[in-house]
Structure formats: structure tokens, C-alpha cells
């Protein structure tokens, strides 16, 4: 059984114009300690994924449909005491901002005891004992000091190594980093996504990881998806997202990147920005931009199909992959 | 002072330091220590003694982390804030210090784009009227039709449908904002832009967007660029030339083919291994231990040494001039000066 | 000239009414699913529309003596006993029908009321730009010039001035010009509230790079204020130009009511109140009562509205 099952997930925005879509009815499976990058520019609905996968959505956004299966459970259905519990305790989430996760007026250590009490039977000085432990364990230099500072005392890489081991206090199964280095500088991003890599794989938890950056994602998953205007286009081993990119979007995304083109060339921009939740358009999203539009594309949404490693959702791949056995044939 | 403006550079920084004073009132700057009341006031050192050239057709980049004090920089450049001290030359006239309407006709040369494309266009104005506004200001005798001409030339040439004129800012997407920002700059025609961090706020696709007009205009006008970024591979792609700052002073100046292939600072080094690469699967950097020293509180010797694998006593008491090595680049260390770096296999 | 496309993001442009984007703003969309809104909107404008058509509406002319005969005085409304049919809401002290002289003391209120706020939003807002945008020594002298007046009342001041100008001219001079003297006293009291909000908002705006961007284009600091700045702090300064208009209005009421305002003969909602009030143990409670409940429902309504307005225009509730 995986560990996470979503299932045609539906997310919507209420609205003055009616509810609209901001999921659009998607589906993902996430084994145990699989690492999972979900990757895709502002408005394509990954942290919004993130959100609902914790049943942390806030009015205005609801979930409409599908269901969330988490370790057999169906989160969309829990009463608010079971996500309380499931929450910190079997998932936690890594956000962007440390000090948004953090409260400034309890110290490091007081935060973690609370976190620690709430969920299990322990005395105070058991607590404080774990806490120093996970402490350690994210290579926080001088752990006994730090458990009786302030936030605003520390740095940001400190504070999101704290943010990273308050995650894993009560051994969770699935950790949710939610673009968790966005705010901090490269040296120190570099350190932190090593140590996130490593507190995975040592204590076997399973990681969402949502970005932006493709480089990120490269480092630190085993598999990718790429996300659009609310859907998944395409899913697949990390490897062979980033070298065999099959989606036009993915390409594109990939393309666009500075290291891709020599200096002082024309990048490869994709032209165009993406729709706004109130203006999507008909068929598939991403046509007003893609190079390969047909009218197929314009009137309907492309399904996700799996074409080998990777599962792609684009009418003009599908032909491709339909023709290919012909050519090879003449 | 004078130089030959042909082969003479476009603009000359020297010895360039900004600090923003923290107690600004009199009774916030008394302190009471040691049974005495004394009046300290104590200062964020935000840019240290920073010199460097920029010639005609250049794009100067510089990068550093957070704090470093590239915004200051580019700020002071802008004509923002005044120094706290050093020069700033442009085009063979000292240019700091200058005031009200002096300022004018160097507003012309000198524009500027900025970071948040959400922030940096007036949310009241339509897109029309922030276009038109510099054109009138600085064109008092121009006919409305003349103006208008140009401010839709302006508009075409940054991929901007005229039509839009009557749109406010909150109708448009992050990269047609950028668009507008960098079009407003063009209105005056000017030499020289500093660029702010302009693609940090938007996504990926519209940064290859942003950026390729950038590329495009700068043919088109004969830009020269100081470009603020803490986004290597943008450097990479986009510089001529790169400075490196590392807590308001300078690490390392170079070309930047030389500095991607060479780098010498061990911090431009770690800079450089850090930045997240589509081909590896495994992060290799270079980890940096030890914190970074405070700006109030500068150490006396170099800054980066509280993080440097190479730091020792002299790196801890002495600060490091700036020094041009062969292949003309300018780094500001002990180790590298006494090949210290060299011998040891630290990467 | 460039070769790069166009964006396509966004769907080709319409230039819809003035009237229809008011109708279809945020503004206007809250303003249609808050009934509270509607009903104090509907009330205000019915109350205002009455008022500035006095002349037209009411039956009487309060100001023509040759209309008010002082044998008419002090009968009740007609639903009570001993009426006249020609007076609907009874007569004061005078002879005066009361709903002609309501509708022209509220005309006369409102009118204050503006004025004052008027010239409370020219001195705050004059002085909360410069104080927020110039700064330093600037900004401490004013903001503790805005200190020292707030901590006098409003009414204290206005009542010394008030009392000093009225022994000083005479009583018949102020009478002539009791209008201008409210007003004035009204709006110099109470500046430092607009003062205050308008420079918290600079500082804020001031901050934003489209400052910045004006700045490197070489405006001038008054163009800065004025063009950019200051259309970008209006939404705090209509909400509080709507809790102002409120109080300039109580405020006109009470002086009037003590004797300091309008002079009997001028009645304003304050002085029909306060001319009333000698006659309320006599029985004749209408000519208190029911000025008095005009006075209440206006300031009501005005303030619901200013409540709205404050939630609608709540930056951190449309702009995050």
C-alpha cells in the first residue's frame, strides 16, 4: 500500500463569479520514503496541493471532490480532531518564511516540549531530552543553548534547520516542504536542502517537495511532477523529467533556463503568461502559449497518458508516441 | 580630474561606503555604561569601501547574498541615497552629492527598474499616463502628438500591445508589469540602467522573457547595465563582467568568463558550488561553516573569515586589499595573496 | 525595433462605463451584499436630498418672518390631540412649523458638517504629506504640534474660542457669521486625526519602489507627493473623512446646543434642540424629540456607512 493515494482531487476558489477551479481534478500516488518534487510556476496550484493534502485549506478554498488516502485514511473525511492528530504527528509541513512556522515570543525550546506533550505522554524533561536529540540530529552546533533562545535570535538557515527538526520531532511519515529554502541564500539553500535529503532518507520519511526551481528538484527527489494552471502534465522519474522532458510546458520551463543557452544568446522563452484562474481557457491550458497547438488542443483537455517512464498529459505527444510505431515500421 | 570619455570608463566608483545610522534621535544615542551616560550611536555598515569601473556597452553584474549590500550599491549608483563617502563618477563628472535640479539632466542618462514589478508602478496611474508622465516632464516643449508617438513606440518596442494604454497595473502579469517598468526607463532614452534584482519576482518562463528583452535593448540603445542579482547562472549568462560582495566589501572583480572558469575567493568558489545544478543528482557544494558576522558589529579583519575553511590569525586581524592578479581579475584575500588556496584541496 | 511577441495573457480590452466598473468594483460588489450598507446609503441620501431641497419641500420658510405668526407656537404633531392640520410635526416655541424648520436646520448641519471636514482634510492631509514624506526634524515638529492639539477637546477649544469671539464682536456680528466661525472652529480643532492617518499611510506608500521609480525619474518632490503618493492614501482618508462628517455634525450640535453656535433665529438641528429644551417640561417635547431623533438617525447612518466603508476599504482584506 502507498503511503499517500490522492484521487482526483478538486480544489476550488469561491468566488464572486461562481467557484472556480484551482485543482482540476488531480491524481498521484506517493510511496513510503519517496522523495516527490512537485515543481511549477506561481498560479499552477502546488502549494495549493500542499494545503489540501494537510486539509489546510482556508475560506475561500474548499475541496469539491476526490479523495485524499493517507496510510489507508481518507484526510478529506477526518473529523478536525483526527487531522489535529495526523498533523505534526504522521505529517508535518515545511513552510517558505521559518518565522511564519515559528511563534517569537516562546523559545526554541519551549516550542518544541508544547509540540512534543501535545502528541505524546512525556514529562517535561523527556521532551526537552528528544528535542535535544533532534536537535543534534540537523547538526544545530551547541543544542543546549539554542533550546532556551528566541527565534529572532537565531539566523534563517538556523531557523529553518530548527523549522526541519521540529518536522521531524515525532517521527512523521511524510514531511511537506513547501518551498523551503525560497527565502534564503544559495550557501546556505545548498545546506539545507543536503540536510532535508539526508533526515529523509536516514529515518525512511516520505517527501513532498514544492518549488520553483528545477535545479532543487533535481537534487533532492526520485520523481517530479510538473504542474500547470491546476493540472499535472507530467509525471516522472526525476532523471527523466529533467533529460527527456516529453511536455511542451516542461521542456519549455527547462529550456528557459540561463545554463541552457550560451552567454550573451537569446534565451528560449516560452512567450505568453499563465492563465488566470477567472480566464482559463477552453481544451488545454497551456495551447495559447505552445507551439505545437492544434485544434484538438483548443477543445479539449489532453488526459495523462504513460508513455514509459514518464506519464504526459499533451494531445501532440500522444500522436507522436501513436505514430512512432508506423514510422519505425516503413 | 579628467579622462578621454572614449576609452575612459562610463562610470568610476571610488571608495565607496554607505552607513545607515540606527539611533537617530539624541536621546536614543545616549547609552549608559559604566556609571557614566555616553553618547554612542551605533551604525549598520552597509557598503565598505567599494571601488570599481563600469565601461560603455558593459553589463556589470553584481551578486551576493542577502545583506551584502548590492542594493545600496545600486541605490547610491541611481542617485537613491547619497554615499556616506567615496566618489561616484559618470561620464567624467562627479555625480554624488548632486541635488534637486542638477540632478536632472543626469535622470535622463541614468534610469533605473526595480524588483517587485507589483510594487513599482503607481497603482492609481494607468499604463498610459506612467509612460507619458517622464515623457512630459522631461519634454516641456514637445506637442501632445510627438509625445504620444513616442510613448507608443516605446510600448511596441517592449513587446507591449499599445491598446493596453488605459489598463491600470493590477490588470496585467508580473512579466507584462516588468515589461511596462523597463519601458518607462526607455522613455527618456537613457544610457545607463540599473537593474535592481528585476527578475528575482517573477517565474521562470517570464525570466527568459524579461531577460531576452533586456538582451534586446540593450542592442537596440547601446545600454550599459549594472545588474543587482544573487542568481549565478543569470550572471553567467547575462555579465560582462561580475563583482562579488560579500557583507558590504568586495570578495572578487572579473570578467565573467574568468570568474566561472577560474574563480580564486573561496567565497566566490562556494557561491559558485552551490548553485542547484540540473545535471547533478547529488547536492556537492562547498559547506560554509560559522555564522555571518553581524553588519552592525563588522570584525576587524576579513569579513568572510568567520566562515572561511582557509581563515587564520591574519585573515582574523587584517583586512584584505583588493589585489589584480595575471588574467586581470581583483581579489580581496590573504590566502589566495600568500597561494595558501592552492595547496589545499578543500572543494 | 524588437522581435518579441506580445503577451497573450490577457483577454482583449473593453472600456466599459465609468458606471458599470464603479457598479462592478469590489466597492460596489460588497456594497450590493451588505444590506446594513444599502439601508444607511438609502437613508443618508433621503435625509441629505430633503435637506438641500428644503426650499422646494418644505411648506413654510423658516427665515421669512411675514410666514410665522407666534400664535401658532407649540402645537403638537398631527397624531396627537390639539393639532393643525397644516402643521404635520407640530410648531416650536415661535411659531415656526417644525418640519420646515427641521429640514432647513439639517440643510444648515450638513452644510457645517462638510465645510469643517473640508477644511479638517486640507490642513491634515497638507500636513500629514509633508510630515510623513519630508521626515526628520519636519516630521517631529508637526506630529507634536498634532500632539499638543489633541490633547485639548475639541469642545473645550472650540467653546473658549467660541465664547471669546462672541464677547469680542458682539452678539449680532456673530450671529452673521456664526456659519464661518463653526466652521473654522471645527476644522482647525480636528486636523490632527486626518494629520496622523495620512502620514502613518506615506511613511507605508513612501516605501514602495514606485516611489523610488518617480524619484529616479527626476520628479520633483511636490509632483511625488501630489501625483503619486497622495491618490495612493485615499482609500484611509475617505474613511475617515465619513467618522469626521459625523462628528463635525455632533459637534456643530453641541455648541449650538450650549448657546455657542447657531443663534435661534438660524436654526440648526443644535439650536432646535437646545431652543426646544426650555419647553420640554411644559409638555411640548416634539420640538426636542424630534430634531433630536434627526440627529441621531443622520449620525448613525453616516457612521454604518463609514463602518463599511472601512471593511471594504481594508487594504490587507483586497490587496494581499
Known amino acids: 500500500m502507498s503511503l499517500l493515494s490522492v484521487r482526483d482531487l478538486t480544489v476550488k476558489f469561491a468566488s464572486r463569479d461562481g467557484a472556480m477551479a484551482a485543482l482540476n481534478g488531480i491524481s498521484f500516488d506517493l510511496a513510503r520514503g519517496e522523495r516527490l518534487g512537485i515543481v511549477g510556476e506561481s498560479g499552477a496550484g502546488k502549494s495549493i496541493t500542499g494545503f489540501a493534502l494537510m486539509n489546510l485549506l482556508s475560506k475561500p478554498g474548499f475541496i469539491d471532490g476526490g479523495e485524499i488516502l493517507f496510510e489507508g485514511e481518507d484526510v478529506t473525511q477526518m473529523s478536525p480532531k483526527q487531522v489535529r492528530d495526523m498533523r505534526g504527528n504522521r505529517m508535518a509541513m515545511i513552510f517558505q518564511d521559518p518565522m511564519v512556522t515559528l511563534n517569537p515570543v516562546l523559545t526554541i525550546g519551549q516550542q518544541m516540549v508544547e509540540t512534543l506533550r501535545a502528541h505524546r505522554n512525556l514529562s517535561f524533561e523527556e521532551a526537552r531530552q528528544i528535542a535535544l536529540v533532534k536537535l543534534k540530529e540537523v547538526y544545530i552546533p551547541s543544542p543546549d543553548e539554542r533550546l532556551d533562545q528566541y527565534p529572532h535570535e537565531l539566523s534563517g538557515g538556523m531557523r529553518q534547520r530548527i523549522i526541519i527538526a521540529m518536522a521531524l520531532l515525532l517521527d512523521p511519515k511524510l514531511i511537506i516542504a513547501d518551498e523551503p529554502t525560497t527565502a534564503l541564500d544559495v550557501t546556505i539553500q545548498a545546506d539545507i536542502m543536503e540536510l532535508l535529503l539526508e533526515m529523509c532518507q536516514s529515518n525512511q520519511v516520505g517527501l513532498i517537495l514544492i518549488t520553483h526551481d528545477l535545479g532543487v528538484v533535481s537534487q533532492v527527489t526520485e520523481r517530479t511532477m510538473v504542474m500547470y494552471a491546476g493540472r499535472i502534465i507530467e509525471t516522472g522519474a526525476t532523471r527523466s523529467i529533467i533529460n527527456d522532458p516529453q511536455h511542451p510546458y516542461t521542456q519549455g520551463l527547462i529550456n528557459a533556463l540561463p545554463q541552457q543557452t550560451p552567454p550573451g544568446q537569446r534565451l528560449k522563452q516560452i512567450p505568453g503568461a499563465m492563465p488566470t484562474l477567472s480566464a482559463m481557457p477552453t481544451g488545454c491550458p497551456f495551447h495559447t502559449r505552445c507551439a505545437h497547438v492544434t485544434d484538438e488542443c483548443k477543445r479539449t483537455a489532453p488526459e495523462v497518458s504513460q508513455f514509459g517512464d514518464t506519464a504526459v498529459a499533451c494531445h501532440e505527444v500522444h500522436r507522436l508516441q501513436r505514430d512512432l510505431p508506423k514510422e519505425v515500421a516503413q | 580630474m579628467s579622462w578621454d570619455l572614449e576609452t575612459g570608463p562610463l562610470l568610476r566608483v571610488r571608495g565607496l561606503e554607505k552607513r545607515f545610522d540606527l539611533d537617530e534621535g539624541l536621546l536614543e544615542s545616549l547609552k549608559f555604561s559604566g556609571g557614566k551616560i555616553t553618547r554612542q550611536t551605533r551604525a549598520v555598515h552597509a557598503v565598505n569601501n567599494i571601488t570599481f569601473d563600469v565601461n560603455k556597452g558593459d553589463a556589470v553584474c553584481v551578486v551576493g547574498e542577502s545583506g551584502c549590500g548590492k542594493s545600496t550599491v545600486a541605490r547610491m549608483v541611481a542617485g537613491l541615497i547619497s554615499p556616506s563617502n567615496g566618489e561616484i563618477h559618470y561620464g567624467g563628472a562627479r555625480i554624488d552629492g548632486l541635488r534637486g535640479k542638477d540632478l536632472l539632466p543626469l535622470r535622463k542618462k541614468i534610469q533605473m527598474i526595480f524588483q517587485n514589478p507589483y510594487a513599482s508602478l503607481n497603482p492609481r496611474m494607468t499604463i498610459g499616463q506612467t509612460l507619458a508622465e517622464p515623457l512630459r516632464y522631461h519634454n516641456p516643449g514637445k506637442s501632445k502628438g510627438e509625445l504620444q508617438d513616442k510613448a507608443i513606440a516605446v510600448m511596441k518596442s517592449v513587446g507591449i500591445d499599445p491598446a493596453w494604454s488605459a489598463r491600470y497595473a493590477h490588470e496585467l502579469s508580473g512579466g507584462q508589469r516588468q515589461r511596462i517598468a523597463i519601458a518607462r526607463a526607455l522613455t527618456v532614452d537613457p544610457e545607463f540602467i540599473v537593474a535592481d534584482e528585476p527578475i528575482s519576482a517573477l517565474d521562470v518562463s517570464i525570466q527568459a522573457q524579461v531577460l531576452n528583452l533586456m538582451l534586446e535593448m540593450q542592442e537596440a540603445h547601446g545600454l550599459t547595465y549594472l545588474f543587482i542579482t544573487h542568481d549565478l547562472s543569470v550572471v553567467e549568462h547575462f555579465g560582462t563582467k561580475v563583482i562579488v560582495l560579500y557583507l558590504g566589501s568586495i570578495c572578487e572583480v572579473a570578467d565573467t568568463r574568468t570568474l566561472f572558469s577560474n574563480p580564486k575567493h573561496p567565497y566566490t568558489k562556494a557561491l559558485l558550488s552551490a548553485v542547484p545544478q540540473l545535471k547533478d543528482d547529488r547536492p556537492n557544494h562547498i559547506r560554509l561553516k560559522g555564522e555571518i558576522p553581524t553588519p552592525i558589529n563588522l570584525p576587524a579583519g576579513c569579513p568572510f573569515a568567520s566562515r572561511c575553511p582557509l581563515a587564520d590569525n591574519r585573515c582574523a586581524a587584517e583586512k584584505p586589499m583588493p589585489l589584480q592578479k595575471d588574467d586581470g581579475s581583483i581579489v580581496a584575500c590573504h590566502a589566495v595573496e600568500e597561494k595558501r588556496i592552492d595547496a589545499l584541496d578543500w572543494v | ?320
Open chain 3, 1 to 320: 525595433m524588437s522581435n518579441s511577441t506580445f503577451d497573450t495573457g490577457t483577454p482583449p480590452l473593453a472600456t466599459p462605463s465609468r458606471l458599470s466598473l464603479m457598479w462592478n468594483s469590489n466597492i460596489g460588489y460588497s456594497f450590493r451584499r451588505n444590506p446594513v450598507a444599502i439601508i444607511s446609503m438609502v437613508v443618508f441620501w433621503l435625509i441629505t436630498l430633503a435637506a438641500f431641497f428644503a426650499p422646494v419641500l418644505a411648506p413654510y420658510n423658516p427665515y421669512d418672518p411675514s410666514q410665522i405668526d407666534i400664535l401658532n407656537s407649540e402645537y403638537p404633531p398631527v397624531w396627537i390631540d390639539g393639532s393643525l392640520p397644516e402643521f404635520s410635526l407640530g410648531t416650536d416655541d415661535q411659531g415656526r412649523d417644525l418640519l420646515s424648520t427641521i429640514l432647513y436646520g439639517t440643510r444648515l448641519s450638513i452644510i457645517i458638517g462638510l465645510c469643517a471636514v473640508a477644511l479638517q482634510a486640507f490642513l491634515g492631509i497638507s500636513i500629514g504629506l509633508i510630515s510623513g514624506y519630508v521626515g526628520g526634524r519636519t516630521d517631529s515638529l508637526l506630529m507634536r504640534l498634532a500632539d499638543i492639539q489633541l490633547s485639548f477637546s475639541t469642545l473645550m477649544v472650540a467653546i473658549i474660542f467660541l465664547a471669546i469671539t462672541q464677547a469680542l464682536f458682539g452678539s449680532e456680528v456673530f450671529s452673521r457669521y456664526a456659519v464661518l466661525f463653526l466652521v473654522g472652529v471645527i476644522g482647525v480643532a480636528e486636523w490632527p486625526q486626518y494629520a496622523r492617518t495620512v502620514r502613518a499611510t506615506v511613511l507605508a506608500e513612501k516605501k514602495k519602489e514606485y516611489v523610488d521609480a518617480a524619484r529616479v525619474m527626476g520628479f520633483g518632490p511636490m509632483r511625488i507627493m501630489v501625483r503619486h503618493i497622495l491618490p495612493n492614501s485615499l482609500s484611509p482618508i475617505f474613511v475617515i473623512s465619513t467618522v469626521q462628517v459625523a462628528n463635525a455634525i455632533i459637534s456643530e450640535a453641541s455648541l449650538s446646543f450650549l448657546g455657542l453656535g447657531m443663534p435661534p433665529n438660524q436654526p440648526s438641528l443644535g439650536s432646535l434642540i437646545s431652543s426646544g429644551f426650555d419647553y420640554i417640561f411644559s409638555g411640548s417635547w416634539w420640538i426636542t424629540a424630534i430634531p433630536g431623533l434627526v440627529l441621531v438617525v443622520l449620525v448613525l447612518v453616516i457612521n454604518l456607512l463609514g463602518d463599511w466603508m472601512r471593511d471594504v476599504l481594508n487594504p490587507k482584506l483586497y490587496k494581499g
